[in-house]
T-cell receptor
Framework: DAKTTQPTSMDCAEGRAANLPCNHS???????VYWYRQIHSQGPQYIIH???NNETNEMASLIITEDRKSSTLILPHATLRDTAVYYC???????????FGKGTKLSVKP | GAVVSQHPSWVICKSGTSVKIECRSL??????MFWYRQFPKQSLMLMAT?????????EQGVEKDKFLINHASLTLSTLTVTSAHPEDSSFYIC????????????FGPGTRLLVL
């Protein structure tokens, strides 16, 4: 599975959009980009995933560049409850394992 | 939905005793379940992968005789920490993939183990 690189931390004002970047320059054609988040002392929560096309669900949007070497998770209207560590993971199909890096610690401030 | 539960949510035990942690997929059947461990201020580390009815596959450095995993049904996996020691104190988290095989893993809330 491809290695991903994320900023260590980010701040965002409450009510504004939070844009979390992720680099995955060695991603292969069959690897999906997955995003999870972990709120303090809880298990990780699935957010969204994608292969090539941009994706949107009730939680977030995922923008994947055309060359698939990077992606951005967008939380359109961040709230204080979105404060968490966000993990970007590249994983190949149903046989791959989720390997967690250090993620991005997002702090949403009032 | 895709809800995964763990029991207990926290446990304190004496050194040398064994502790069993249950992981259940409540509203779906899981082909594969995973066990992770997380130490304070660190990321999750995959310990083992288990498929229903077969032996678990352990990651390098994880002692299979110490961390016994049983995946007896498509909705239940258990992790038993045998002869627990203080260094086994950690946050243990399970996850499950839906049947038939899909990529997305859904995580339980975690079990905090403290060994005295």
């Amino acid at each position: 599975d491809a290695k991903t690189t994320q900023p260590t931390s980010m701040d965002c004002a409450e009510g504004r959009a939070a844009n979390l970047p992720c680099n995955h320059s060695t991603i292969s054609g069959n690897e999906y980009v997955y995003w999870y988040r972990q709120i303090h002392s809880q298990g990780p929560q699935y957010i969204i995933h994608g292969l090539k096309n941009n994706e949107t669900n009730e939680m977030a949007s995922l923008i994947i560049t055309e060359d698939r070497k990077s992606s951005t998770l967008i939380l359109p209207h961040a709230t204080l409850r979105d404060t968490a560590v966000y993990y970007c993971i590249a994983i190949g199909g149903s046989q791959g394992n989720l390997i967690f890096g250090k993620g991005t610690k997002l702090s949403v401030k009032p | 939905g895709a809800v995964v539960s763990q029991h207990p949510s926290w446990v304190i035990c004496k050194s040398g005793t064994s502790v069993k942690i249950e992981c259940r997929s409540l509203d779906f059947q899981a082909t594969t379940m995973f066990w992770y461990r997380q130490f304070p201020k660190q990321s999750l580390m995959l310990m083992a992968t288990s498929n229903e009815g077969s032996k678990a596959t352990y990651e390098q450095g994880v002692e299979k005789d110490k961390f016994l995993i049983n995946h007896a049904s498509l909705t239940l996996s258990t992790l038993t920490v045998t002869s627990a020691h203080p260094e086994d104190s950690s946050f243990y988290i399970c996850s499950a993939r839906k049947f038939p095989a899909q990529e997305t893993q859904y995580f339980g809330p975690g079990t905090r183990l403290l060994v005295l």
